[in-house]
């Protein structure tokens, strides 16, 4: 079964690692995707993602799809992505792969997490803490920048 969801509130890792359980299953892996605080040696304050939700869910269910015909050993697949504002060191996306065996699902984590970031229509926009020097005040000032998923 597929659990794909666009969400702006927190993303809570045991209520996804609750819908890929099961007695048939001996592995389960995640991928977790934090926000960091930096980027190119520039502080990152937050960011805020957007999607277009109907596509989104659409490529994020074609994914699980594509994973379930590489990767035959694989049962449940659950890819939770935040929208709106994220602050650091929180999550951003969850992605939990279970199966029999740990190959698979090992492997189907990657691809899915490699595919979402070339594939799905979410983009993020990366907000940054700048200091000013100008007449020496050091004055903060925001600035941001669009990046493109790679």
Known sequence: MNFVNL???????????????????GAISS????????????????????AYEPMALQELNGLCD????KFTDIKHIAIYHRL?????????VAI??????????????SFLIEQLKANVPIW????YDDHADDNNNNEATTSYSWKENK
């Open 66 to 69: 594509s994973a379930r015909q």
């Open 7 to 25: 969400q702006t509130d927190p993303i809570q890792l045991d209520e996804i690692y609750k819908k890929v359980v099961s007695p048939c299953c």
């Open 31 to 50: 991928f977790i995707g934090i926000t960091r605080d930096n980027f190119e040696g520039r502080h990152v304050t937050r960011l805020s993602y957007e």
């Open 124 to 127: 993020k926009k990366e907000f």
């Open 96 to 109: 939990y792969v279970s199966g029999a065996h740990r190959r698979d699902v090992l492997d189907a984590v």
């Open 84 to 92: 709106g504002d994220v602050a650091i060191s929180d999550i951003s």
